[in-house]
């Protein structure tokens, strides 16, 4: 991935709740096929994917869910906002996912939808497993208990 520092780079939307609610074991950066104004539309910022996930099927990797708002001035020749949108992965890449979901138990949850450093938009998901309500209080503890650290250093 590009560094921030990239003036091409651009996170378009992320997911920040996908770390609260999964532990995420391992990340995948993949291309994601869009129509001409779903691209328009991105480079405006109008897109959601917190409700989204991905998911294999019939051999290849699907988003599903994922909103991307109608571009305006594309008329008649617009897209559909919620439509399922084709990820492009290496085959090998795909097994392994397919492996993870089936006999693992683990989910695909896109992370952050970017523009890379070339101008391309890619989608960051991550193969995760979800958090019981015991581990999310531990997870807010451990962030408190690092912010109270933090301020303690600060002042001594």
Same mark, same amino acid.
């Given at each position: 991935m590009a560094t921030k520092s990239d003036p091409n780079y651009k996170i378009i939307a992320e997911n920040r709740r996908a770390r609260f609610d999964y532990f995420i074991e391992s990340d995948l950066e993949v291309g994601i096929v869009l129509t001409g104004s779903e691209v328009k539309s991105l480079r405006t910022g109008q897109s959601n994917i917190a409700e989204s996930y991905a998911s294999v099927e019939?051999?290849? $990797?699907?988003? +599903?869910?994922?909103?991307i708002a109608a571009y305006k001035q594309a008329g008649v020749f617009g897209h559909?906002?919620?439509r399922r949108r084709?990820?492009?992965?290496s085959r090998k890449e795909l097994a392994r996912l397919w492996?993870? +979901?089936?006999?693992?138990? /683990?989910? $695909?949850?896109? $992370?952050? /939808?970017y523009?890379?450093?070339?101008? /391309?938009?890619?989608l960051k998901i991550g193969v995760a497993k979800g958090k019981k309500n015991h581990d999310k209080r531990e997870t807010d503890a451990k962030r408190d208990w690092n912010r109270q650290k933090q301020r303690l250093l600060k002042q001594g």
């Open positions: 019939g051999g290849e $990797l699907w988003l +599903i869910n994922a909103y559909e906002e919620r084709k990820l492009l992965v492996q993870a +979901i089936g006999r693992e138990g /683990m989910t $695909l949850v896109p $992370l952050v /939808m523009f890379n450093d070339r101008g /391309m938009v890619k």
